[in-house]
């Protein structure tokens, strides 16, 4: 939208011309208008949010950025604030509330009504990355008793308050959870049908403490716009939307691609992440991995007399050690994405042991064929490496077949004993591999030339 | 589900028993039931899918994986491979059939109705990747004069066929699309009310070229079940559900992620990729990093004079020239991820150069004076590096900073090279910016060296 748009609006809202404003918002959908709105000052953002009915204010606003919700509602009259956080869905509500100030909540607090106050409490109690923090609690319940007719008729009644109106859920004299049904198969069927005849009665469901993860398999495998949550009692609590299926998908993507990045996940996007904070989510990493990697100071320490007797070896360690770190950022990569998504699961690491083996050594044995005819090709070029260029080449060989093989079996397996552990597997990031198989290289690489060398130049 | 219940399947099955089986499929989900004949015998399977009615028959074969559906297609008979590919959704069919051998298309082509044939040539027709390619042809248009009551008497014919009927999508004479509505709005809507003034006249859709994880953004956005394709004329040729956008964003993040880790994307689950399609996803890179790798073997053999007159110099190349490879993946996985979510465009590419260029410098401050201590602690325990450990120390010093910088401005900056030149950011992985640091790491490092070490011990 442009900025002759925001100019005119500007103008009416100076004005008070609330007629105008609304008669504006109506036909935009409010994620759009959240977008609009948020170029505006932020007082002139209040004005706005205030013209527009509450309905449509409390869906606008659940658009609006984190940072900006928040202060927003930290600006707010107590009552606004109040009517505000009435009219969003319940898990918008609660990931806001969790986020104000303890003055501003305490205020707050007593405005609400015992059922909100109660669903919030529910909603901001269960832990991150759980079918229950994502949940929202606007769902259509129906007894199994209703006929089509009369469920479409109680659908349409609690309408205007629902999440989605798209599924509805059957449950029993105890709120047990017993079936599902879809407004298309209501729709669909003959009006007087009971919901109890027409409904799925192996209903597919996930408990609260379902991890996120876990829950986006289930929507996507089933193709659902939505999954009820039960309790351990059975009972339905709350449903996942889809939408915020989606969302989570793309955030629990990033986490892994920047751990295995060697850093901490950022939680903000790139370009809104305050520097320190990024410095803190990158130097820890940094500098733990760059401690570890002073071990290969120690390890080259430990072969200073070899080098003296024989330069040429320490020009092939870079070569060396960043094939294995390589090999084993591959290896590493692919098996924890297999475990994100439920490809590959911890019995599995026997299969993943057997493949990796045999794939470290094919791939050993080629980079060291390569290494070995860059090696006679540079000496018939120029004899650089003197009469022994034969044994290095060997060395060469050698080294990368065990440094590539290792390489790729930590790389592998190193996700596998995380997860045992009861740790993010994605913490196998590609430089923590690297340095892991950096200092093993090493030996491995001067293990080989004492093997081939000792007596020549060694 | 347990084996017990395979094998009473099998017994009627084999006795034929058409009515148990339909019973026992009738209340599972096609998904479920898909993965529970999944582990029957290839015959066993097709016996299974004969006896269930025709719709639920393709609703079930459109949850097989997909090399189970071709192996099925390639032994069936004409007609009953024609009648199943009628009863799938067209964007699944479309798919199977870009997969079918010739021989088998030939055949199938003639026993297909006009329609369908138009259909999935349209639907194959367009490229991978795009809004088109993922899309549906199942929706539900209205014409505006029609009342909501009218709209939902439309909606409930048609929805025995279609993908979704949540949304329905306006269009006016020339089927050009001038707005949507949603099932929920006709519920809600007074029954006499004309569709064109019920409709949000600002809908929201993509073009049939769009990129899917375009597509996948704006779905997100605005929290939405379907959106619209529309070609260039602003006709609506199709939707794209949620359901599948799941899927998409699943697969947009791991193809990224593989690429991060320095091999192709590898298009199928791990433990389904046959070792030789593996081998050639991971050899290519590997081998490709190897031979750029050979240049610091090449960069080492020209300070080699100077190793053999302190080999001291050579025990920090490993920690040093990882640790600008370290940085430098930190921030390419940080600024391909934010590119892949639309957080950072092209132009960015000055905030982000201003951004990691202070960040680099801090971080190889940081990991510099680590490095700087190192040396004289040890130095204190036992005195390793001589007389002039001091200048050892500020070497170390010296060219961290310089690596670490380097590396952490070309892993990111990398990314919007290889963006501005058409080709995939993802492919600035790990290994690959490790490989392009490592290089320039040794001559900042025997630069720094020389630089303070000349007179003394070179």
Redesign the interface.
């Known amino acids: 939208m442009n900025t002759i748009l925001i100019q005119e609006i500007l103008f009416h809202l100076a004005r008070g011309h609330k007629k105008v404003i609304q008669e504006f918002a109506e ?3 409010p ?2 208008l959240a977008e609009f709105i948020e170029t505006m000052a932020p007082a002139d953002l209040a004005a706005f949010l205030q013209c527009l009915p509450p309905l449509q204010r409390g869906e606008v606003f659940s658009y609006l950025d984190v940072p900006v919700q928040v202060n927003l509602a930290h600006s707010m009259k107590r009552d606004q604030l109040a009517e505000l956080v009435t009219n969003m869905s319940p898990d918008e509500r609660a990931d806001l509330v969790k986020k104000l100030k303890d003055e501003t909540l305490e205020a707050l607090w007593p405005a609400l009504a015992q059922a909100e106050r109660d669903d919030i409490k529910r909603l901001s109690g269960y832990a991150e990355g759980t079918a229950g923090a994502v949940m929202t609690t606007d769902y259509i319940t129906l007894y199994p008793a209703l006929t089509a007719r009369e469920a ?1 008729e109680k ?2 009644r609690e ?2 308050d629902r999440e989605t ?2 599924y509805a859920y059957v449950v029993g004299d105890d709120r047990e959870f017993i079936g599902s049904t879809s ?2 198969d209501l ?2 069927a003959r009006p007087e049908i009971r919901v109890g005849d027409l409904m ?3 209903p ?1 469901f996930v408990k609260l403490s379902d991890d996120i993860e876990q829950v ?1 398999m289930t ?7 939505a999954i009820p949550v039960v309790d351990e009692e059975s009972r339905i609590v709350g449903i996942v939307t ?2 915020d ?3 989570v ?2 955030e629990e ?2 986490e ?3 751990k ?4 901490q996940a ?1 939680d903000e ?3 809104e992440t305050p ?1 320190r904070r ?2 803190g989510k ?2 820890g ?3 733990t ?3 570890g ?2 071990l ?2 120690t390890a ?2 430990y072969f ?1 007399h070899d ?2 007797k024989a ?2 070896l ?6 060396i ?3 294995g ?3 084993g ?2 290896a ?7 475990m994100a ?1 439920g ?2 699961t911890l019995t ?1 690491w026997w ?2 042991f057997g ?1 990796e083996l ?2 470290g050594a ?2 050993g044995l ?2 060291g064929a ?2 070995f005819f ?1 090696v006679l090709f540079w000496q018939m070029a120029s004899p ?1 490496y003197g009469e022994h260029y034969l044994l290095i080449g060997m060395t060469i060989l050698t080294s990368l077949i065990g440094v590539v093989t290792f390489g790729t079996l930590a790389g592998s397996l190193l996700p596998f004993v995380l997860r045992r552990l009861g740790l993010d597997p994605a913490s196998a ?3 923590f591999v ?2 892991m198989v ?1 200092v093993t290289g ?1 030996v491995i690489y001067f293990g080989s030339a004492t093997l081939f060398l000792t007596g020549t130049l060694l």
């Open positions: 036909d935009i959908h994620a759009m479409i659908i349409r309408a205007p109106i798209y407004l298309k729709i669909l799925v009665p192996n597919i986006a929507i996507g495998k089933y193709d659902l716009l889809v939408d299926i989606v969302d998908v793309q993507a990033t892994d691609m920047q295995l990045g060697g850093m950022l996007p790139y370009l520097f990024m410095l990158r130097a990493w940094l500098a991995l760059f401690v990697e002073m290969t100071a080259m320490g200073e080098i003296a330069v040429v320490a020009l092939f360690v870079p070569l050690i960043s094939s770190g390589n090999a950022s591959q590493s990569t692919l098996v924890i994405r297999a998504l490809e590959v599995d299969r993943v493949r045999k794939m094919v791939l080629l980079l390569v290494g860059r650089v990031s590609a430089p690297a340095t950096d090493l």
